[in-house]
């Protein structure tokens, strides 16, 4: 059994304090059966940062893209298609839209600009986007299927919205994936959609160095912690561990065109 971490911000992580470097960070993934992993960049800078953080470490892929939150440096559509052409690179985001903090239409519109180019250029790829969405349900859906995402694909990454918006994202053919807010004692209408979305379209991810899971919460999260979400999902689908591992790490390999065997380390 193996497990695959869908994502993470491993240039994010505490390596003063809880890790010693990547390394040490990957051995205690490995020591719990999380063997792949995908880090994910936040802004165009932040990308070619992580780039050669990870270099040597065959585990790791990476996406390319520019958070909503992070505005204050707009997207370049060409160098995003530029550096996202890289083969390391095996998804486009995250990006998405978030109006919790962005209340102004002239912010929101910006995010959407922004959102609507990392679709195209994930169609131009072929590569898939990682979508973050948050108090932005009915714009996220809408301008997903304007773009016409299913040509590329893509996952909702950190999952917290209802049921009824799980079944439009499956609708478009995406995938759904999960954090330790599934074991957070609040959250019952999540934990309903993820007894809801089949087995065949569930990721697993820890999002660390943020929200880590019940037994771990007051700690910065990590990798390793993917086996705990994992473990609390397989309960929640009435399936063992290893079952859960398996879909979920076939799930990432077709939603990522990553072959098979180089996830399992």
Excluded: W
Excluded at 134 to 145: I, N
């Amino acid at each position: 059994m193996f497990l695959v971490d869908s994502h993470c911000h491993l240039d994010c992580l505490d390596y003063e304090k809880d890790h010693r470097d990547l390394d040490d960070v990957l051995q205690k993934a490995a020591e719990r059966d999380v063997r792949f992993m995908l880090g994910v960049a936040t802004t165009l800078d932040g990308y070619c940062s992580l780039k050669q953080f990870v270099a040597g470490h065959p585990q790791v892929a990476l996406s390319c893209g520019v958070h909503p939150l992070n505005m204050e440096q707009p997207c370049d559509p060409q160098r995003l298609l530029e550096l996202a052409a890289d083969p390391q690179v095996i998804a486009l985001g995250e990006t998405g839209l978030d109006y919790f903090y962005e209340k102004e239409s002239a912010a929101q519109q910006q995010q959407q600009e922004s959102f609507r180019h990392h679709i195209r250029v994930g169609r131009q790829l072929n590569k898939p986007v990682i979508v973050h969405t948050r108090d932005a349900r009915e714009d996220t859906l809408a301008l997903l299927k304007e773009e016409q995402v299913e040509q590329c694909g893509g996952v909702l990454h950190c999952f917290t919205e209802d049921k009824a918006t799980a079944e439009k994202l499956l609708d478009m053919g995406f995938y759904i994936s999960f954090s330790g807010i599934v074991t957070f004692r609040n959250a019952e209408q999540l934990r309903e959609a993820a007894r809801y979305v089949p087995l065949d379209r569930i990721l697993v991810e820890t999002d660390s160095p943020y929200l880590a899971p019940v037994p771990h919460r007051g700690k910065q999260n990590q990798p390793a912690f993917t086996r705990d979400v994992a473990e609390y999902l397989a309960v929640l689908k009435g399936v063992d561990t290893a079952t859960l591992a398996q879909h979920t790490t076939e799930n990432f390999a077709r939603l990522f065109h990553v072959p098979a065997e180089r996830l399992q380390g």
